[in-house]
């Protein structure tokens, strides 16, 4: 069940668009992205480097950069404590190259994710004391770690955590919070309540990027004028190089393209576009992606989870070897074999997802949150499993899976559920826990499964609105209205994502002649349409095709759905539905024509 909302947002459109020579309707979609003043419209449309933040509004960053910088001097032993998804790999390379730029002794481990589960833990803290580190450097993880920082400064390693993720707190009997966080020598993280960041919505690999960017810039301080006139053109090319890796992450992480995030991810899209990297490059020609216009897309869904599935499935080494790479040849091979783990997760996945989906259906009732033991699922797919059952019925999910020496399972939530507010109502029943609104993972013993599926379930306040699909209406513009120049200006308000959606059009009545699957897959179709004007386009579509010819056949009946499919050619009158779309230009041998991709109908 879908409802469509269209947005009433108000403002003076026609001004708008005169002052900044876009057309209203471009003006109308950046308003209801709440981008409001003069200023947000111009970093929006325009915004370059000099729109982001300095890295020392950062909490702690002061300290931390003095401490390093004196660290390096003295040639003390740092290890870099990352984590095995896209954000921690990227965040683990950005820090070890900026640190090794400067000549520092440093090394890195990444988690093991059966092995070690997430972040830092005291097999790591005890181990790095063997090898006798003296400074430890979190990224991506650490801000949950109290006890485990508490034994590192026990054992004299000193420590810098630099994250992104939530606080811990307690809950308050009035209801307010109590925020703890760990014993370190720095706490680099933009949701500290007393951090003055101006974004807090920023990933791991990005706080990374600030550290190394303040690093280079304390480094630089500190050198003659001479030397660093010198020198400095070499900083500069290292951060360049980095500063793709905390777009990746962002992406990758699916932090929302907001404020400087959608700055970061659009400069960082046009570097890599022409990367440096040799693994970076190896991957995107493995994935068959070598010369094309990058987009976030391709992030999240090409080349980001073969970066991923390193560490599902194996080890995110992996992945961190392919990005410090120089020889191309080795890095094809290794860019080969991540995206060979990935078609395998991508299998095992749609296994999982097909299993989940069995159990909820076979219940009598569906519940407000789902909660589904697949004990055979690996436990590295339990997010994605959970995201994809999230998807097909609107509630949040749970995936829980057997670990080791545990359940182990993550959760995926809906606008409506605040996951992470919800566990901490029931943090009795677990060993461990963590994440935000929208997602989470836990472990816990078998015998509190039952428990944790009734306690969330009877606190749940979720009402049937709540599990109703939206569907965001920026403008209903008719199809005519389309132009060339128009789909040229839409561009500005790229790249598309979690937080800036690609815009949706809606248009009435359009009338439906005739069509065909096509697609090797034969997952998509090609209609050609009518409007009330009686003027025709091209309407594709990329969605479920089963369940859109079963809509077609139950309002026009069986002869105008094999109408559509391409399989009779008795024309069937009146096919005549409502549609959302995003206008988009077809290029076939040198001519470029309008085209129209449907998202929803009805």
Same mark, same amino acid.
């Given at each position: 069940?879908?409802?469509?909302?269209?947005?009433?947002?108000?403002?003076?459109?026609?001004?708008?668009?005169?002052?900044?020579?876009?057309?209203?309707?471009?003006?109308?979609?950046?308003? /209801?992205?709440?981008?409001?003043?003069?200023?947000?419209?111009?970093?929006?449309?325009?915004?370059?480097?000099?729109?982001?933040?300095?890295?020392?509004?950062?909490?702690?960053?002061?300290?931390?950069?003095?401490?390093?910088?004196?660290?390096?001097?003295?040639?003390?032993?740092?290890?870099?404590?990352?984590?095995?998804?896209?954000?921690?790999?990227?965040?683990?390379?950005?820090?070890?190259?900026?640190?090794?730029?400067?000549?520092?002794?440093?090394?890195?481990?990444?988690?093991?994710?059966?092995?070690?589960?997430?972040?830092?833990?005291?097999?790591?803290?005890?181990?790095?004391?063997?090898?006798? @580190?003296?400074?430890?450097?979190?990224?991506?993880?650490?801000?949950?770690?109290?006890?485990?920082?508490?034994?590192?400064?026990?054992?004299?390693?000193?420590?810098? @955590?630099?994250?992104?993720?939530?606080?811990?707190?307690?809950?308050?009997?009035?209801?307010?919070?109590?925020?703890?966080?760990?014993?370190?020598?720095?706490?680099?993280?933009?949701?500290?309540?007393?951090?003055?960041?101006?974004?807090?919505?920023?990933?791991?690999?990005?706080?990374?990027?600030?550290?190394?960017?303040?690093?280079?810039?304390?480094?630089?301080?500190?050198?003659?004028?001479?030397?660093?006139?010198?020198?400095?053109?070499?900083?500069?090319?290292? $951060?360049?190089?980095?500063?793709?890796?905390?777009?990746?992450?962002?992406?990758?992480?699916?932090?929302?393209?907001?404020?400087?995030?959608?700055?970061?991810?659009?400069?960082?899209?046009?570097?890599?576009?022409?990367?440096? /990297?040799?693994?970076?490059?190896?991957?995107?020609?493995?994935?068959?992606?070598?010369?094309?216009?990058? /987009?976030?897309?391709?992030?999240?869904?090409?080349?980001?989870?073969?970066?991923?599935?390193?560490?599902?499935?194996?080890?995110?080494?992996?992945? $961190?070897?392919?990005?410090?790479?120089?020889?191309?040849?080795?890095?094809?091979?290794?860019?080969?074999?991540?995206?060979?783990?990935?078609?395998?997760?991508?299998?095992?996945?749609?296994?999982?997802?097909?299993?989940?989906?069995?159990?909820?259906?076979?219940?009598?009732?569906?519940?407000?949150?789902?909660?589904?033991?697949?004990?055979?699922?690996?436990?590295?797919?339990?997010?994605?499993?959970?995201?994809?059952?999230?998807?097909?019925?609107?509630?949040?999910?749970?995936?829980?899976?057997?670990?080791?020496?545990?359940?182990?399972?993550?959760?995926?939530?809906?606008?409506?559920?605040?996951?992470?507010?919800?566990?901490?109502?029931?943090?009795?029943?677990?060993?461990?826990?963590?994440?935000?609104?929208?997602?989470?993972?836990?472990?816990?013993?078998?015998?509190?499964?039952?428990?944790?599926?009734?306690? $969330?379930?009877? =606190?749940?306040?979720?009402?049937?609105?709540?599990?109703?699909?939206?569907?965001?209406?920026?403008?209903?513009?008719?199809?005519?209205?389309?132009?060339?120049?128009?789909?040229?200006?839409?561009?500005?308000?790229?790249?598309?994502?979690?937080?800036?959606?690609?815009?949706?059009?809606?248009?009435?009545?359009?009338?439906?002649?005739?069509?065909?699957?096509?697609?090797?897959? =034969?997952?998509?179709?090609?209609?050609?349409?009518?409007?009330?004007?009686? =003027?025709?386009?091209?309407? @594709?579509?990329?969605?479920?095709?089963?369940?859109?010819?079963?809509?077609?056949?139950?309002?026009?009946?069986?002869?105008?759905?094999?109408?559509?499919?391409?399989?009779?050619?008795?024309?069937?009158?009146?096919?005549?539905?409502?549609?959302?779309?995003?206008?988009?230009?077809?290029?076939?041998?040198?001519?470029?024509?309008?085209?129209?991709?449907?998202?929803?109908?009805?």
């Amino acid at each position: 069940m879908t409802k469509w909302y269209v947005a009433a947002k108000k403002a003076d459109f026609e001004e708008i668009g005169k002052k900044y020579h876009i057309d209203p309707v471009v003006a109308r979609i950046i308003r /209801n992205r709440d981008i409001i003043s003069d200023q947000e419209i111009e970093q929006f449309l325009y915004g370059g480097k000099d729109s982001l933040h300095s890295p020392f509004l950062l909490k702690d960053m002061d300290r931390a950069v003095e401490a390093v910088i004196k660290a390096v001097a003295e040639r003390e032993k740092i290890r870099i404590i990352g984590d095995y998804d896209i954000d921690g790999v990227c965040a683990t390379h950005v820090l070890r190259r900026g640190f090794r730029f400067i000549g520092a002794d440093v090394d890195t481990v990444i988690p093991h994710r059966v092995k070690d589960g997430y972040g830092i833990n005291e097999h790591l803290i005890e181990e790095a004391h063997r090898d006798g @580190i003296q400074w430890i450097i979190t990224c991506d993880n650490g801000i949950a770690a109290a006890e485990q920082i508490a034994l590192a400064e026990q054992l004299g390693i000193r420590v810098i @955590i630099t994250d992104h993720h939530e606080i811990p707190f307690e809950k308050n009997a009035d209801g307010s919070k109590s925020y703890s966080l760990p014993k370190a020598l720095a706490v680099i993280d933009p949701k500290q309540e007393d951090c003055g960041y101006p974004f807090q919505g920023i990933c791991g690999a990005v706080v990374a990027y600030k550290f190394i960017e303040a690093l280079f810039e304390r480094v630089l301080e500190k050198k003659t004028q001479e030397d660093r006139a010198e020198e400095e053109p070499g900083y500069q090319k290292v $951060l360049e190089e980095l500063f793709e890796f905390a777009a990746f992450a962002t992406v990758g992480d699916v932090m929302e393209l907001k404020e400087e995030n959608r700055i970061i991810v659009k400069l960082g899209l046009a570097l890599m576009q022409h990367s440096k /990297n040799a693994g970076l490059r190896a991957l995107m020609q493995v994935n068959g992606l070598e010369g094309a216009r990058l /987009n976030a897309y391709h992030i999240g869904f090409v080349l980001g989870p073969c970066l991923n599935a390193s560490g599902r499935l194996d080890t995110a080494e992996h992945a $961190l070897a392919l990005l410090e790479e120089n020889d191309a040849a080795e890095a094809m091979r290794l860019a080969g074999e991540l995206k060979r783990l990935n078609d395998s997760r991508k299998d095992m996945t749609l296994k999982g997802v097909e299993a989940a989906c069995e159990m909820i259906e076979a219940k009598e009732k569906m519940e407000d949150v789902l909660i589904v033991y697949l004990p055979e699922c690996h436990e590295s797919l339990a997010g994605i499993v959970a995201g994809r059952v999230r998807e097909k019925y609107g509630h949040p999910v749970f995936i829980l899976t057997d670990g080791e020496d545990a359940v182990k399972g993550s959760g995926r939530s809906i606008e409506a559920y605040d996951m992470y507010a919800e566990m901490n109502c029931c943090k009795d029943l677990f060993l461990k826990f963590g994440g935000h609104k929208m997602a989470a993972g836990l472990s816990m013993k078998r015998e509190n499964v039952k428990e944790f599926c009734r306690r $969330l379930n009877e =606190k749940s306040c979720l009402t049937a609105e709540d599990f109703e699909e939206r569907v965001h209406i920026d403008v209903p513009m008719p199809f005519s209205y389309v132009t060339m120049s128009l789909i040229e200006e839409l561009s500005l308000l790229e790249p598309f994502g979690n937080g800036n959606p690609k815009p949706l059009f809606a248009d009435r009545n359009i009338t439906f002649l005739s069509g065909r699957i096509m697609g090797k897959n =034969k997952n998509a179709a090609r209609f050609q349409v009518q409007d009330t004007h009686g =003027k025709r386009y091209e309407l @594709i579509y990329f969605g479920n095709l089963a369940s859109f010819f079963s809509f077609v056949e139950e309002k026009f009946g069986k002869e105008a759905s094999e109408m559509l499919q391409g399989v009779q050619e008795k024309k069937v009158e009146n096919i005549c539905m409502n549609v959302t779309y995003y206008p988009s230009i077809n290029e076939f041998r040198g001519r470029k024509s309008l085209q129209f991709v449907m998202q929803y109908y009805c």
